[in-house]
C-alpha cells in the first residue's frame, strides 16, 4: 500500500465531502457543484444520511456554504488555467476532488496536494482502490506540520516551480491556525512567482454574523473543541487585508459569503442560501 501509517482523514474534512454529496442528492437542481466522489473516498456506510450532522433543515445552510466555496474554488481554477496558469497547490487538501471530477481541466494543470501524512497515504490508498489512481500531473505532498515541515521545500522536492505563477488555495484551515502561522503562510506564498494568486477562507467573528447564524456558530465551535481540533482564530475582512498586506501581497481584495450568495443562489426557488461566517481572502503577487 505505502510505506507510511495511514490514518483517516478528520471528522471535518469527511464532514465537508458528505455535504458536498447531500447538496446533489438531496437538494433541488441546478446543483452550485457536482461531488458524490468525496462520498465514495470516504464511505461512511449506508446510513450516513441519518447522522445528526447531516440533518437536511437543520444544516442545510451550511452545506449551502461548503458548495459555494467549492465552485468559487473552481471558477477561479478554471479562470487562471484559461489564463495560462498550469500550478494549482491545494493547502490541506483532505477529500477534494477536483481532479478526478474535472480531468478535462486538471490535466492541464501540475496539482500539488498538501496534507498531513496519514491522511494523506490513507486518500492515495483509497484513490487506487477505487480505480482512480494517481496520474502524473496529480502530486500529493505529504507534509507534516504538527513538525514545521517546511511545504514549500517540499513542495519543490515534488516539481513545483517556484519561478512559475500558481494558485494557491486554503479553504477550512485558517481557523485552527494561529494568527502567527497564518502569516507566515502569507509571506511564503508572497515569496512565490509574480502573478500568483491565493484564495483562502477564514471565519468572521461571532458580532458579525447574521443573528440567525450566531447559534450555528457557536455548535460548530463546541464540536471542534470535542473534537480536541479547537477555532483558535477568527478574522474581521479588515484584519486580514492588512495581514495580506504586511506580509507583502500589492493586491488583496476580500469577497464576502453573501457575494457568493448572490452569484450562485440568487435565481433560487427552495429558498437555499448559505449561512453567513466564512468569507474569502484573494489576493495576487
Known sequence: MTDQQTQAPDNTAVRTALWRAMHVQADLPPHV??????????????????RPDMDLETTRGFRAAIVARARFI?????QQADRGVTQYIILGAGLDTFAQRRPEIASRLQIFEVDQPGPQAWKRHRLAELGYGIPDWLHLVPVDFETNED?????????????????????GVTMYLTKDATAATLRQITALAPGSTLAMTFLLPAELLDDADRAGLQTSKEGAQASGTPFISF????????LAREAGFTDARHVSGASLAERYFADRTDGLRPTSGEDLLLATT
Request: aromatic share 8%; no cysteine; hydrophobic share 45%.
Open 235 to 242: 478574522y474581521t475582512p479588515p484584519e486580514m487585508l492588512a
Open 74 to 78: 473552481e471558477d477561479l481554477i478554471t
Open 151 to 171: 511545504w514549500l521545500t517540499k513542495l519543490t522536492a515534488a516539481g513545483f516551480d517556484a519561478g512559475r505563477p500558481a494558485v494557491i488555495v486554503s479553504t
Open 33 to 50: 457543484i457536482e461531488d458524490e466522489i468525496g462520498l465514495q473516498l470516504a464511505a461512511p456506510g449506508d446510513d450516513w444520511r441519518r
